[in-house]
Every structure is written in structure tokens, then in C-alpha cells.
């Protein structure tokens, strides 16, 4: 059995092992594929792994031995999944992996945004401490979180890890999903309408996927409604928000800083509008990657494969 890993670098750059696919056929891993090499690459393959290489109707047509394709992530959009069910063919995810990992990254943004970390020490390195006339300084304003009000869009699994977090900071927690669980083990946590949510926050985390509803769900218009003083965050997915809009608010402190991990466009086109907006930190999609994160996700995409084999497939989204 023939399998081919297209884009293998992002997940395991070389400090993870592909032994346990390796050990259920003859692997062939790809650093990367551009689109026009996907055919080629895959004739022959009844398994193929992918994470952001698509894989359309276009190219699953050209492909009669595909039996089994296997994102290597929890989003699934770069396959045609109705597609691939139409040939039979099985496609699975991998959920969970990353949960810890985003948690992390989204505090880690929270807490820039509040004190400044980086810019400070830059300044302590400059010699401004040094120089100074006081046995402290600071050049931004301060934040404690404790007794302030994050609202939480999207309560799935990091939803409510997020909450959690907060809760052990002394935040309230507020919440909007399109779907309400039981959370009355919660007793800072009340149910919100997104609008109220929009209007109380001190800090709004984004932990929803994109559909026809969330697409552009942070715009100028939910934008305006919210504090001066919040701070936005999206750990999730880039197009829930409105670049420009975004860059607009910060730009007229219209709010007071985003952390944002996640852009529309990926990698995002030179001179992206938020590079330059005010108080807004960028990382590069990588609230996911820690090593701890890609080593579950290898395992379980193995798990995945092996079920497939033995007749007991898990995870399929299609």
C-alpha cells in the first residue's frame, strides 16, 4: 500500500518521527506539494495525508486508487469531503490534539496585550532602566485581569478551557455558541446574546469555526459595540474577522489592542493593513505547533490510519 504525506514540513520539520504511519505501508513524505504537483505525486496512492494542500474534485477524479485521505489538523476544508464520499473514498480529521496548546497561546497574547512584556524588556535591554531616575518604570498601561469580564465566542473544548483560565485569574466569564451546554459546575458563567457579550466584555476570545454565520463575524458594525477598553483575541480562524475593520478600530481606539494569531489570508499578503494598526499582536498561526501538540496530532493521525485498515475507521468527517 502506497501512502503519500503532501506538505510533511509544517508538522514534523524533523523533530518528530513518521514511524507509526510508516510502519502500516510504504510512506512517501513531501516537504510540500503545490497544487499543480498533487496528481503526479499521488498516482498509484490508496492513502493520502494532508494539512493545507487541497485536495478537490479536480484532483480526486485523477486519482482512482485513493481509498483514504487523512488531514493532518482538525480543520477539514482543503478536502472536498461530499466528493470524496461520492467515490467512496473515507476522510478524517484529527480533533483535540491542540486544545492545551491554544489555551496557552491565548493567555499568552492576553497577557502580552496587558503588560507589555516584550516592548518591556526591549527597553530594560535599551538601558532605559538603567537611566532611570525611579527603581521602576513602566512605558504602557498596565492591566490586571482579575474582576474583569471575558466573553467567549465558541464554547466548545478551548472554550471552555478558556474559561477555566480566566476563572482562575478572577475573571467573569460570559459566553455565546450556537449551541448551549450545561455549565452550572460554573458559578461566574452566565449564557449571553452576542450582542450583550459584545457590549460587557473587557476581552473577547474568538473559539468558533468558520461557517455562513461567522464568516466576518467581527466587523466595523460588532466592532463599534464593544468597549473602548476590550481587547480582542482570535486564536481560532483568520476570516472570522474583517481585516480592515480590525485595523480601523485600533487605528480610531475604537478598542484598545487585539492579539491575533490567525490572519484571512495565509501566509498574508506584504503590507497586510494589521501589520501596521495600532497595539495589535501577530503571531504566525502557531498556537498549535508546540512539539507536545504535533506529537499528538502524528499519533493520532497513525491511530486514524490504522482504524481505517483494520476495518473500524474513527474520526471520519465525511
Not at 481509498?67 to 478524517?92: C, E, H, P, Q, W
Not at 512584556?117 to 498596565?142: I, M, R
Request: include cysteine; charge should be negative.
Amino acid at each position: 500500500m502506497i501512502m503519500v504525506v503532501l506538505d510533511g514540513h509544517t508538522l514534523n520539520p524533523g523533530d518528530l518521527s513518521w514511524e507509526g504511519i510508516k510502519n502500516q505501508g510504504e510512506l512517501i513524505v513531501y516537504d510540500r506539494t503545490s497544487e499543480d504537483e498533487i496528481v503526479d505525486r499521488c498516482q498509484g496512492a490508496e492513502v493520502i495525508f494532508t494539512n493545507k494542500t487541497p485536495l478537490k474534485k479536480a484532483e480526486i477524479q485523477q486519482l482512482p486508487d485513493l481509498k483514504f485521505i487523512g488531514v493532518l489538523a482538525t480543520g477539514y476544508n482543503v478536502v472536498d469531503t461530499a466528493f470524496a464520499k461520492s467515490r467512496n473514498i473515507m476522510v478524517s480529521n484529527v480533533p483535540g490534539y491542540g486544545t492545551s496548546s491554544v489555551v496557552q497561546m491565548t493567555f499568552a497574547l492576553l497577557l502580552e496585550l496587558c503588560l507589555h512584556v516584550q516592548q518591556h524588556s526591549e527597553s530594560v535591554h535599551a538601558g532605559d532602566w538603567t537611566k532611570s531616575p525611579d527603581f521602576c518604570y513602566w512605558n504602557y498601561p498596565l492591566v490586571e485581569l482579575a474582576g474583569k469580564t471575558i466573553g467567549i465566542i465558541g464554547f466548545g473544548s478551548i472554550g471552555q478551557r478558556v474559561a477555566d483560565v480566566a476563572s482562575a485569574f478572577g475573571m467573569e466569564v460570559i459566553g455565546h455558541s450556537r449551541r448551549q451546554t450545561d455549565q452550572y459546575h460554573r458559578k461566574n458563567f452566565r449564557w449571553v446574546a452576542l450582542q450583550e457579550l459584545l457590549e460587557q466584555s473587557d476581552v473577547v476570545s474568538l473559539h468558533c469555526p468558520i461557517t455562513p454565520e461567522t464568516n466576518g463575524l467581527i466587523n466595523k458594525a460588532s466592532l463599534a459595540k464593544m468597549k473602548k477598553t476590550a481587547f480582542l483575541l482570535n486564536t481560532s480562524r483568520g476570516p472570522l474577522v474583517v481585516d480592515q475593520d480590525l485595523a480601523e478600530a485600533l487605528n480610531t481606539n475604537t478598542i484598545a489592542g487585539a492579539g491575533i494569531d490567525v490572519l484571512s489570508v495565509e501566509p498574508p499578503v506584504d503590507g497586510n493593513i494589521l501589520f501596521k494598526a495600532r497595539n495589535c499582536v501577530i503571531t504566525p498561526h502557531i498556537a498549535w505547533a508546540t512539539k507536545e501538540a504535533r506529537n499528538r496530532l502524528m499519533d493520532i493521525a497513525a491511530a486514524n490510519l490504522a482504524a481505517y485498515l483494520s476495518g473500524n475507521p474513527v474520526n471520519l468527517v465525511n
